[in-house]
């Protein structure tokens, strides 16, 4: 499975593909297969995403989880303080990075 990811524009947040969109959670990410560059042209030549770039992921019954650490940590937010992830309420969401 490839997912595509990138910056959002504004705020510099992490930023997923979805289909139609972005959204900040790697559980909204599609797969998308061969056409993951031609979207992140698109994407980054209509200034809705900064740096877009295809990466491998594994789809899994939690949804869509990045196959390289960097990305996972990405998707899940700042490791030095759980408080400020996007999961804060999940204490075992550092697990799911390593």
Do not use: F
């Amino acid at each position: 499975m490839k997912l595509l990811t990138g910056n959002d524009l504004p705020t510099g947040d992490v930023t997923w593909w979805t289909g139609n969109g972005w959204s900040r959670h790697v559980e909204d990410a599609v797969d998308v297969a061969d056409k993951g560059e031609a979207i992140a042209k698109a994407e980054e030549g209509a200034r809705r995403v900064n740096g877009p770039y295809v990466i491998d992921a594994t789809a899994t019954a939690e949804g869509p989880r990045p196959a390289h650490i960097k990305d996972r940590i990405r998707a899940l937010g700042p490791t030095v303080r759980p408080d400020l992830t996007l999961k804060p309420a999940d204490a075992d969401a550092g697990s799911w990075v390593i």
